[in-house]
């Protein structure tokens, strides 16, 4: 029978309360930073130049300058189509701008494919979980871990030269499973897991890498409402354990709840971007959800047309 989920996990401290160091640290963070699009951070772990991004006649992703502090949550919000997913996969190397440029802990990730992202400290999680169905959640889990010396063909015909790396592998996954509660489906297969497993055997095998950035992509989409608060416990303690959380999110009482700071994009660009609670009032996001002039009065024709 699979853990109740709605009980607090001992091994994952409580942050839902305001006031722990790191959300404190964060939050002084911004404190002097201005809330425009591309305005820049103390201490930003990310920066985007100038990328852009066309289908055809499309352009889905023009983002002209983007930076994003370190070890803090940013929520990336938008109307649907406004550009999120392919921004995220531009920077992780699973698509390729255009144009532009990004460096990574200073160091630049142009050009640099999806797999080398993820060994530098970068990791993502997908809107549609991309868990391995045929292979046990230990075998995803082990899948996620990086620099396996058993991968190298003449290493793997001697044992005693990976067999100490792959328990300490199985030893570092056993203690995610049992942080997200699914130890106890450690030799089940993947694919017989419920959608909100799946994100959390994603968030967790995305954490063997011992990642510094972590982005997640729709993190709380098609989540029971008992995995939903697991799920926000969970990112609220990677905060909490120094990391730096980017993640995308449509539900305005999550943002509002667990971000720092959150980036607005609409038709490809950031046309916002500040501390929550200003963001929700501004009235360009406003505007590119709801649709310009929303709330301005009817023109005489307007009120004249039949109805």
């Known amino acids: 029978m ?109 050009g640099v494919p999806s797999h080398k992202v993820a060994r530098r400290g970068m990791v993502r999680t997908f809107q549609l979980t991309k868990a391995l169905s045929r292979l046990t959640v230990m075998q995803n889990m082990l899948l996620g871990a990086t620099g396996q010396k058993g991968e190298n063909f003449l290493r793997a015909i001697f044992p005693m030269t990976w067999r100490a790396q792959e328990k300490a592998n199985t030893l570092r996954a056993e203690e995610l499973l049992v942080r997200f509660r699914l130890d106890a489906k450690r030799n089940d297969f993947a694919g017989t897991m419920s959608g909100g497993q799946r994100k959390l055997l994603e968030m967790a095998r995305a954490l063997m890498v011992g990642p510094e950035m972590v982005m997640l992509d729709e993190p709380m989409a098609g989540v029971n409402p008992a995995l939903t608060q697991s799920l926000l416990t969970h990112v609220k303690s990677l905060r909490e354990e120094g990391m730096t959380v980017l993640f995308v999110e449509h539900d305005m009482d999550m943002v509002r709840d667990i971000s720092d700071w959150v980036l607005v994009m609409a038709q490809g660009k950031v046309i916002a971007e500040g501390p929550p609670e200003q963001i929700m009032a501004n009235e360009a996001v406003i505007d590119a959800y709801l649709g310009g002039h929303h709330d301005a009065p009817l023109q005489d024709e307007e009120q004249a047309a039949p109805r």
């Open 2 to 110: 699979p853990a109740d989920l709605t009980k607090a996990d001992p091994a994952v401290p409580d942050r839902t309360k305001a006031g722990t160091p790191r959300k404190d640290a964060a939050r002084q963070a911004f404190a002097g930073v201005e809330a425009v699009p591309g305005s820049a951070k103390p201490d930003p772990i990310l920066v985007v130049d100038g990328v852009t991004r066309r289908f055809g006649g499309l352009t889905a992703v023009d983002v002209a300058h983007v930076e994003v502090q370190r070890g803090s949550i940013t929520a990336l919000i938008g109307p649907n189509g406004a550009g999120k997913s392919t921004f995220f996969n531009l920077l992780t190397g699973f698509d390729k701008p255009d144009v532009g440029t990004w460096t990574f802990n200073g160091a630049s990730l142009s």
